[in-house]
């Protein structure tokens, strides 16, 4: 049971949400100024003197952002001598830290305004002011810097711990032909095409993402081996193919609200035999093994909201075999948090009783 927090306890939690958005912005100021790398070479402290003596920030700018720090436990100060605590080394030097804060900073920030009106209307009112496109998805390829890498960083990040122990799961029967549904820049193809030298791969996406994966498989020498399917899968008129022995969504049907996973798992229905896998790779919010798995995940949720399409989020992993049951699937088997990763796969197959 959560500690019941005493009235002024509570109030000092409030304020921590009424100025959080002033902090978040100390702390990448703090960083981008060098501030925070300074002070971290420095492991037994060092004074504020010398540090408005070494670095080419007045010593206004020190003092303010020092002082922020500290409040916010990411710096200590005690007779002016400062040193950087454990919440402020991971702030700098652990990478999940550092690319949620880029991700943060650079994609979602200055929508984030647009909370209120993109769940009013169900359309990421904030991602105006990264391009005019109806969701994140089709502009993906030309968003413009730093959002473009901040972007890829996040989304690999997040599925590329998985995928050395889902190509164990995935391979275990050799399937001849995946359908790599959502494929995005194509890195879940060309893994399972160094893993296994006879699989052929049918990347499936919009028609700007099929470029980028279209390029970079040409770079790689692997266009004799990966076919592309241009796809709108929230168009009920177009059909994925039929005859694959895979078909594999990692970290796509989170784009989706649940109405419309349904949709999308009704197409690949049609396109499975009786002996099709369909393979779901997600980060459930719920079946994480750290809280800050399951924050940063949760936060993910509003992103989706704000910036990509209004209506999506992460899901708990009851909420998916459910939509998975309900499109004519049935789970044959569970694979929680495979590898060191935030994941589960759901291995799928077409139901008998439908």
């Known amino acids: 049971m959560k500690k019941e927090l005493s009235a002024i306890e509570a109030k000092y939690e409030a304020q921590k949400i009424a100025f959080g958005p002033m902090f978040f912005q100390s702390v990448i100021a703090l960083r981008d100024l060098g501030i925070l790398e300074f002070i971290n070479k420095h492991r037994k402290g060092v004074s504020i003197d010398t540090i408005v003596e070494t670095l080419d920030v007045s010593e206004y700018g020190i003092n303010l952002l020092i002082e922020a720090a500290a409040v916010i436990g990411v710096l200590e100060v005690e007779n002016k001598v400062v040193k950087i605590t454990k919440i402020g080394f991971f702030l700098l ?101 160094a893993h296994d030298a006879d699989v052929r791969i049918k990347i499936l996406d919009l028609p700007v993402q099929l470029k980028v994966a279209r390029q970079n498989a040409t770079e790689k020498g692997l266009l004799d081996r ?13 059909k994925i193919p039929q005859g694959p022995d895979v078909i594999w969504m990692s970290q796509f049907l989170d784009c989706f609200s649940k109405e419309e996973i349904v949709q999308i798992l009704k197409n690949a229905y049609q396109a499975a035999s009786e002996t099709t896998t369909l393979y779901i790779l997600e980060p459930f919010f719920d079946n994480q093994a750290y ?64």
């Open 93 to 193: 030097k652990d990478e999940m830290t550092r690319i949620n804060v880029n991700f943060m900073n650079d994609v979602c920030y200055m929508g984030a305004k647009a909370m209120t009106d993109s769940i009013v209307k169900g359309k990421p009112e904030g991602l105006k002011v990264l391009g005019d496109w109806p969701t994140i998805y089709e502009g993906l390829s030309i968003l413009p810097e730093p959002a473009k890498k901040s972007w890829f960083d996040f989304d690999h990040y997040y599925s590329d711990g998985a995928f050395p122990e889902a190509l164990k799961i995935v391979f275990r029967n050799q399937p001849k032909l995946i359908f790599d549904v959502g494929g995005n820049t194509g890195k879940w193809s060309f893994a399972c095409c």
């Open 226 to 238: 990966i076919d592309f399917h241009a796809i709108d899968l929230l168009n009920t008129e177009q």
């Open 291 to 354: 809280p800050a798995a399951e924050y940063s995940l949760v936060a993910t949720s509003l992103y989706f909201t704000i910036m990509a399409n209004g209506n999506s989020k992460m899901y708990s992993i009851d909420v998916m075999k459910e939509l998975v049951k309900e499109s004519g699937f049935e789970v044959v088997e569970t694979y929680p948090l495979i590898g060191d990763s935030y994941h589960s796969i759901l291995e799928c197959r077409k139901r008998a009783d439908v």
